[in-house]
């Protein structure tokens, strides 16, 4: 008996190629082209948007490396280890804030990128974005990926303000909050704040769809925490980095100003690094730029520093943190979007 006589009548015989139509393969060719012609825009996208922030802040760049000659190298070397270290905690803290197991260099790499994108983009948005698609990506659907990010958020706000904490009970009279909110803003902000909090309420109350989206929502982010709390290791590693990382930042600027010869003690500088990037967390600038510096050298003066030392110290701390690791990191993330890791 043949094998043809053993198939079933209408059946494909094996060893027949099929053949795809002229029709299918163009259509396929079409739909693949302006998704390919997407991914490499996006991928000249953050190297044109390093130069435009470099153009535009080429005089603060400018003055830091300038003021890089003037320091201790060795001290800018430790500056630039501890920066380097950040992005380890910032894994650490993506990691511990969702319970698969992501793919440890792609997340360090992708944490790299999402630093780069976190300083061409309004505050929070670009890294945000980049670790969204990096999870989604990982096979995590979007509810929980949003999830996971809700809790890194929640998660690295809680490890900054509790360094903070720690930093003013150790040194209480080492800077005045005064210095950074005058005198009468506590007012406005909190009634800004209730009235945020009043027209999200009335949008819940009113709006059945938004009420369950983000009922819905909750429901998932609770359950994703209490899941990535009964793993002690995912505990350990969104807390462990969620702490470490504002420490690291503070670290890096007080190495920074050792290296300068800065005359203000380094709990000191540690303390009004993290006061003042508290205080600007709100202020809606691509990674603070502009507002962190001024917000830095006010607090670093107000802590006892020289002005000029202080401005010194702060610009190269920028170049050291934002600069220098600005055309690397974007160069990553157009290397992770053209092999679709994002």
């Not at 890089?68 to 910032?90: D, F, M, N, Q, S």
């Not at 990506?137 to 809790?151: H, I, N």
């Not at 202020?283 to 006010?298: K, M, R, Y």
Request: glycine share 10%; proline share 8%; charged share 10%.
């Amino acid at each position: 008996m043949t094998l043809q006589e053993t198939l079933p009548t209408g059946a494909p015989d094996p060893r027949e190629r099929t053949a795809v139509s002229p029709e299918c393969a163009v259509g396929h060719g079409g739909s693949r082209g302006p998704a390919r012609t997407v991914r490499r825009v996006l991928c000249v996208v953050p190297l044109l948007l390093v130069t435009v922030v470099a153009v535009r802040h080429r005089s603060v760049l400018a003055d830091g490396f300038a003021h890089l000659p003037a320091a201790r190298w060795p001290w800018l070397l430790a500056a630039a280890g501890a920066t380097c270290l950040t992005w380890v905690a910032a894994a650490c803290t993506r990691q511990g804030a969702v319970l698969p197991r992501l793919p440890a260099r792609r997340l360090l790499a992708t944490q790299f990128a999402a630093g780069a994108a976190n300083h061409l983009l309004p505050t929070g948005l670009g890294a945000s974005a980049v670790n969204l698609r990096f999870m989604t990506v990982c096979g995590l659907p979007l509810s929980r990926a949003s999830a996971g990010l809700a809790l890194y958020l929640l998660a690295e706000a809680v490890g900054r303000v509790a360094v903070l904490g720690g930093l003013l009970v150790a040194f209480p009279g080492a800077l005045r909050p005064q210095v950074l909110l005058p005198e009468g803003v506590f007012g406005p902000l909190l009634l800004g704040l209730a009235g945020v909090a009043a027209l999200a309420a009335g949008a819940l109350v009113c709006a059945r769809r938004l009420r369950r989206a983000v009922c819905s929502f909750l429901r998932t982010a609770l359950g994703e925490a209490r899941s990535v709390h009964t793993r002690p290791a995912r505990a350990l590693a969104l807390w462990g980095g969620a702490l470490a990382f504002p420490a690291l930042q503070a670290t890096a600027l007080v190495l920074v100003g050792v290296s300068l010869g800065l005359q203000v003690p380094p709990g000191h500088m540690a303390l009004a690094y993290l006061a003042a990037t508290v205080a600007v967390a709100l202020v809606p600038t691509p990674g603070g730029l502009g507002s962190v510096e001024a917000a830095l050298i006010v607090a670093l003066v107000a802590a006892g520093g020289a002005p000029p030392v202080a401005t010194a110290v702060v610009l190269a701390f920028r170049v050291i943190t934002v600069w220098l690791p600005l055309l690397p990191g974007a160069l990553t993330l157009a290397a992770l979007v053209r092999l679709k890791v994002i």
